[in-house]
């Protein structure tokens, strides 16, 4: 008999600290314990792996968890250790004896939640294990893998489609928080998850600021803005591993505490560098795209891409690492055009013509989405299928500066004109040769210098061109197809346009070097925005935060395992005065209240003891201030 609502709160309450559930919680929750199938869309920060924790607690049997990455099940058990829940991860960064210590756990009954990553779940011996053990449930974490379109494709999720075969009568629950349409049918299809219940979140994430910042002085740019949140964690993400290496050296040169991150270092300098990282002795990790996937890191206060990312998908993800505990937190992105023409070089040189295809409609739609002028939290979220209902008051680097726009009509009319003489049947290279009366061998072999629109666009460059014609797009006047000859067609609100005479305007493209769109001011000290806490109470955030990073150090655990910034912050707050008042604040449960209640109620009592000097406060020479 499945457990009661209120049997359910009281676990939530006395093992988590919660007492309530974020949205679609506890939807999941209930499909999972009543042994149905489910498909979970929640965003970064949503609470998933609590979706499949909290179940596996309240059900008989063991829950599997398959999990991509050692890291993120290591940070997993370390956290559920902590609450005292029996779980473990079996991998290859293992000895074969204590594989065989855990394996024996398991046989015996002894785990409640079992990591284990979907090559080694297949292997035949690990499914003989557990088909003698009793399955509550399986849990397939980050499914998105599972996808040929997605953008982590992994081969190795395909095989999972053996549980229902093999496990007929064990429900399975598939997570993931970057799911476009296309990818959500994958994931039905390759998992067999037809008569799952969907429960799809928002993609929104109202906490994090998103801005586009020109690639000029790149690292200038970011040690001024590292600088002045010096104390605050942050990821920085690069295309090479020497890029990484390089920028994080400059970093610790200018006084940052910063490491790098690749898939070149040795497997324990890895592990060493990502515990420092979250454990709060690194501030700042610059990494290529192996660093992240399932870090649950909550205080991250800023995500910077300094290399333009492949695909929308991976870069919601990446940028989704910032602020996972809800507080305002920021993701920037340095673009440049070059960017995405060294990956169109690498996406030209796959074997697969199929490979090929989706590879240029994912860095189209990357890069359409960086040099967009409208909302980018729009655009993010309608890319995954959502429209935005509410826009926050603190949302975007467009939303905060909008464009200028200015009257474009007799270019625009050019240049729709030059589409619809030219039939219809080329991109904008060959479009713009014509408007220009370029005499290429294109031209000449097509007829096109006979055409009324040959030449009468010489008097601007190929550049104006370019943009004009991607401002079209943009503005629903051209469509462009999504093969690899981006052939542009004229929509109706064009041909509309056209027939009317209607006034075009469109946004001014920024000059090529000008530095006031990578110049805006900060939002605060701490590189976030919200309402300002009072000086005390700041000052006895920083108090609790020092008292936890000595918790921290003395149980080697990441200070956020002892409590997030968000807690922190509410008990800066509210100033509880005993155990009563403290149980009532999110994220303290009982184990938390009687580990820590005292000298964290200690430190409320008497406001902290005085804070350490405050680092320099001049940052490096040079730079943008933003």
């Known amino acids: 008999m499945p457990p009661t609502r209120s049997e359910i709160l009281s676990k939530l309450e006395t093992t988590f600290g919660y007492s309530e559930f974020r949205p679609l919680q506890a939807e999941a929750v209930d499909t999972i314990l009543s042994g149905r199938d489910a498909f979970v869309l929640l965003p970064t920060g949503g609470g998933k792996s609590l979706c499949y924790q909290l179940p596996a607690l309240l059900m008989d049997g063991l829950a599997v968890v398959v999990s991509p990455l050692i890291?993120?099940?290591?940070?997993?058990?370390?956290?559920?250790?902590?609450?005292?829940?029996?779980?473990?991860?079996?991998?290859?960064?293992?000895?074969?004896?204590?594989?065989?210590?855990?394996?024996?756990?398991?046989?015996?009954?002894?785990?409640?939640?079992?990591?284990?990553?979907?090559?080694?779940?297949?292997?035949?011996?690990?499914?003989?294990?557990?088909?003698?053990?009793?399955?509550?449930?399986f849990a397939v974490d980050e499914a998105h893998c599972v996808s040929e379109w997605g953008h982590?494709?992994?081969?190795?999720?395909?095989?999972?489609?053996?549980?229902?075969?093999?496990?007929?009568?064990?429900?399975?629950?598939?997570?993931?928080?970057?799911?476009?349409?296309?990818?959500?049918?994958?994931?039905?299809?390759?998992?067999?998850?037809?008569?799952?219940?969907?429960?799809?979140?928002?993609?929104?994430?109202?906490?994090?600021?998103?801005?586009?910042?020109?690639k000029q002085a790149t690292y200038e740019q970011l040690r001024t803005y590292v600088w002045r949140r010096r104390d605050a964690s942050g990821i920085v993400y690069c295309q090479s591993r020497a890029t990484t290496e390089e920028v994080a050296r400059r970093l610790r040169s200018d006084g940052i505490q910063a490491a790098a991150y690749h898939a070149g270092l040795?497997?324990?300098?890895?592990?060493?560098?990502?515990?420092?990282?979250?454990a709060g002795r690194v501030k700042v990790v610059v990494a290529t795209i192996a660093f992240g996937m399932g870090i649950d890191k909550p205080d991250v206060r800023f995500v910077i891409h300094y290399d333009l990312?492949?695909?929308?998908?991976?870069y919601y993800q990446e940028s989704g690492r910032a602020g996972r505990d809800g507080l305002p937190s920021d993701c920037i992105l340095f673009f440049s055009r070059g960017d995405a023409v060294k990956y169109r070089q690498f996406i030209d040189e796959k074997d697969s013509a199929a490979e090929r295809q989706i590879a240029i409609r994912q860095l189209r739609a990357m890069t359409n989405w960086a040099e967009s002028p409208t909302c980018r939290r729009e655009a993010l979220l309608r890319y995954f299928d959502e429209q935005l209902t509410e826009r926050p008051a603190r949302c975007c680097d467009n939303c905060e500066h909008p464009a200028e726009l200015a009257d474009y009509t007799l270019e625009a009319q050019k240049l729709l004109s030059c589409?619809?003489?030219?039939?219809?049947?080329?991109?904008?290279?060959?479009?713009?040769?014509?408007?220009?009366?370029?005499?290429?061998?294109?031209?000449?072999?097509?007829?096109?210098?006979?055409?009324?629109?040959?030449?009468?666009?010489?008097?601007?460059?190929?550049?104006?061109?370019?943009?004009?014609?991607?401002?079209?797009?943009?503005?629903?006047?051209?469509?462009?197809?999504?093969?690899?000859?981006?052939?542009?067609?004229?929509?109706?609100?064009?041909?509309?346009?056209?027939?009317?005479?209607?006034?075009?305007?469109?946004?001014?493209?920024?000059?090529?070097?000008?530095?006031?769109?990578?110049?805006r001011r900060p939002t605060s000290a701490a590189g976030v925005a919200g309402p300002p806490a009072s000086p005390a109470e700041e000052r006895l955030f920083d108090h609790l935060r020092a008292l936890r990073k000595r918790l921290a150090d003395e149980r080697n655990v990441p200070a956020?395992?002892?409590?997030?910034?968000?807690t922190l912050r509410a008990m800066a707050a509210q100033r509880p005065v005993d155990r009563l008042q403290m149980s009532n604040i999110a994220g303290v449960g009982p184990a938390k209240l009687r580990d820590y209640a005292d000298p964290f109620l200690a430190v409320i009592a008497t406001d902290g003891p005085p804070a350490s000097p405050a680092a320099p406060a001049t940052p490096p020479t040079g730079g943008h201030l933003f």
């Open 419 to 519: 589409v619809i003489r030219t039939g219809e049947r080329f991109g904008a290279a060959h479009v713009i040769d014509v408007l220009r009366g370029e005499e290429t061998d294109r031209v000449e072999r097509f007829g096109h210098a006979r055409l009324s629109t040959y030449g009468i666009g010489r008097d601007r460059g190929k550049d104006e061109w370019r943009y004009l014609a991607r401002a079209l797009v943009g503005a629903g006047y051209l469509a462009e197809s999504p093969d690899e000859y981006r052939t542009l067609t004229v929509t109706p609100e064009g041909n509309q346009a056209l027939s009317r005479r209607a006034t075009i305007k469109l946004p001014v493209p920024p000059p090529a070097a000008s530095p006031a769109r990578g110049s």
């Open 560 to 566: 956020y395992v002892v409590f997030p910034d968000a």
């Open 309 to 314: 990312p492949k695909n929308l998908e991976g």
């Open 266 to 278: 040795e497997a324990e300098e890895r592990r060493d560098r990502q515990d420092d990282f979250i």
């Open 71 to 137: 890291a993120l099940m290591k940070d997993q058990v370390d956290k559920l250790a902590q609450l005292g829940i029996a779980a473990t991860f079996v991998n290859s960064s293992l000895e074969p004896d204590e594989i065989g210590r855990r394996q024996g756990a398991v046989a015996r009954g002894e785990v409640k939640l079992l990591y284990v990553a979907p090559e080694r779940l297949v292997a035949p011996g690990f499914l003989r294990l557990l088909q003698r053990t009793p399955i509550a449930f």
């Open 152 to 214: 982590d494709f992994r081969p190795e999720y395909r095989e999972l489609n053996r549980l229902r075969e093999l496990f007929p009568d064990a429900p399975v629950a598939a997570f993931t928080a970057t799911a476009t349409e296309r990818v959500q049918g994958d994931i039905v299809r390759q998992l067999g998850l037809e008569r799952a219940r969907l429960l799809k979140g928002s993609f929104n994430r109202p906490n994090l600021h998103y801005a586009v910042r020109p």
